[in-house]
């Protein structure tokens, strides 16, 4: 929990409660909204957090989709080890 806390707070710039709230949402559905971002953005904050998920040896992945909004915004989406059945 801390892990997951810490990297959305210094990496996607959310407070403690935004922070709190998106890891609620992964733990309960799998998968929660972080944010729209530029494309480009977006492969930049997941290679970044793909690495430091790896070098602490955490099973957090995170990915980015497109959406159909102006300037090919994507949102970022954190995913747990595995849905749960």
Known sequence: MAFVLAVLMEMFSLSRAEAAYVMLR????????????????????????????RSEGQPLRLTSEPVAAPKASVFARWFSRSPMS
């Not at 992964?26 to 998920?53: I, T």
Request: glycine letters at 8%; aromatic letters at 4%; hydrophobic letters at 40%.
């Open 26 to 53: 992964v733990h309960q559905l799998g998968s929660a909204l972080v944010g729209p971002y530029p494309s480009d953005e977006a492969a930049r904050l997941v290679a970044k957090v793909e690495e430091r998920s």
